[in-house]
């Protein structure tokens, strides 16, 4: 059962609209849209890849994630090719999506980096939870969380209108392998979409999907209010946020303050350390880690020597009390968002933010 949300907690912030939604079902028919009808495009037969299982993280009775790489499974099976995605975008950094589940019925958040741990995924639920029937919900376009697509073409799958969008839009440098490089992979594309918020029930238990514009624009975050817990994309990642729009720095943080308003207790993103998310998850300092960093990324970009700061100087309170820890291969992430937002703030005014 799916409604359009009611109210979206924590206000409305820019971009956002309080109540308003473009999906629903009623009476198992979609409620179709000019997006609806331009996404419901099918796939050919998808290729099924291989690859190594993903450690399985229970998050709680209703709740299991599938982590993968940060050095916890083998190496992924395009580890050979020079320059793949695969590994810069969820293998070297550890990448986990989760599966809420009741009744029967899972909703899968994210597919996985690979069409082959999609349907690993898949077959587990099905097997161990006794899964018969999938909705799947997108947090956002990237590759390295649509990848497992081809294993739902059975299933509804939704996503913000703007994910779409970007899906169609890239659809054939994806297919060719020329958007990121290196593997190409089936697009396999949402049937339904909505704009802002969504709720989506698995028997009684409710789940919120919100609109966040700060790693992405079309960032859907996940929330359960009966559990307090947020699902956060890849809005929030251990060690650093990735910058993509560096000029929405101003919008980002504003956006990390209508999150932290939220009200849950517990975080868990795609991108993080295995350890905290198998022993609860983050807490809200997770939200100021990653504000502590924007507003270091902006307020510091005119001073001499910027491109070439290390990452403890961006977040020294976040590492104090260890809300995030540094990884290695985030230095990479923190060199390409200091060029970035270099580049596109280094002659123009610096918005007060603070
Ligand atoms: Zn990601």
Same mark, same amino acid.
């Given at each position: 059962m799916i409604r359009p949300v009611a109210q979206v907690p924590g206000g409305t912030g820019p971009g956002q609209r309080a109540v308003e939604s473009l999906a629903s079902?009623?009476?198992?028919?979609?409620?179709?849209?000019?997006?609806?009808?331009?996404?419901?495009?099918?796939?050919?037969?998808?290729a099924r890849a291989s690859g190594p299982a993903p450690v399985v993280i229970d998050v709680n009775d209703h709740v299991v994630g599938f982590y993968a790489g940060r050095g916890l499974t083998a190496a992924s099976p395009v580890a050979g090719i020079e320059g793949n995605w695969v590994d810069r975008a969820a293998w070297d950094l550890g990448?986990?999506?989760?599966?809420?589940?009741?009744?029967?019925r899972a909703l899968v958040?994210?597919?996985?980096?690979?069409?082959?741990?999609?349907?690993? +995924?898949?077959? /587990?639920?099905?097997?161990?939870?006794?899964?018969?029937?999938?909705?799947?919900?997108?947090?956002?376009?990237?590759?390295?969380?649509?990848?497992?697509?081809?294993?739902?073409?059975?299933?509804?799958?939704?996503?913000?209108?703007?994910t779409?969008? /970007?899906?169609? +839009?890239?659809?054939?440098?994806?297919?060719?392998?020329?958007?990121?490089g290196p593997p190409a992979m089936d697009v396999v594309l949402p049937?339904?979409?909505?704009?802002?918020?969504?709720?989506?029930?698995?028997?009684?238990l409710g789940v919120e999907f919100h609109n966040f514009n700060i790693h992405s624009r079309d960032g859907n975050v996940m929330v359960i209010p009966s559990d307090k817990t947020?699902?956060?994309?890849?809005?929030?990642?251990?060690?650093?946020?990735?910058?993509?729009?560096?000029?929405?720095?101003?919008?980002?943080?504003?956006?990390?303050?209508?999150m932290r308003a939220l009200n849950v207790e517990r975080i868990y993103p795609n991108h993080g350390d295995p350890e905290v998310i198998r022993h609860g998850g983050y807490t809200k300092a997770f939200i100021d880690a990653?504000?502590?960093?924007?507003?270091?990324?902006?307020?510091?970009?005119? +001073?001499?020597?910027y491109r070439t700061m290390p990452l403890e100087d961006f977040i020294p309170d976040a590492l104090a009390n260890?809300?995030?820890?540094?990884? +290695?291969? /985030?230095?990479?992430?923190?060199?390409?968002?200091?060029?970035?937002?270099?580049?596109?703030?280094k002659d123009t005014p610096i918005p007060a933010v603070s």
């Open positions: 079902r009623r009476g198992g028919q979609h409620e179709e849209t000019a997006a609806t009808r331009r996404c419901a495009v099918k796939a050919d037969a998808p990448t986990i999506n989760y599966a809420v589940y009741k009744g029967g958040y994210g597919t996985s980096p690979l069409p082959g741990l999609g349907q690993w +995924e898949r077959d /587990y639920l099905a097997e161990t939870k006794g899964i018969v029937h999938f909705t799947v919900v997108l947090s956002h376009w990237q590759l390295d969380h649509v990848a497992g697509n081809p294993s739902y073409t059975d299933s509804t799958i939704i996503s913000l209108e703007l779409c969008d /970007y899906l169609v +839009e890239h659809r054939a440098a994806i297919e060719a392998g020329t958007l990121w049937n339904m979409t909505f704009k802002d918020g969504l709720v989506v029930y698995l028997d009684d947020l699902y956060a994309g890849d809005a929030l990642e251990d060690t650093v946020t990735l910058v993509l729009d560096p000029g929405d720095i101003p919008s980002h943080i504003a956006e990390l303050d209508r990653t504000r502590e960093y924007d507003v270091n990324l902006l307020q510091r970009v005119h +001073e001499p020597g260890r809300a995030v820890s540094v990884l +290695e291969r /985030y230095r990479v992430v923190h060199a390409n968002n200091l060029e970035l937002v270099h580049d596109y703030w």
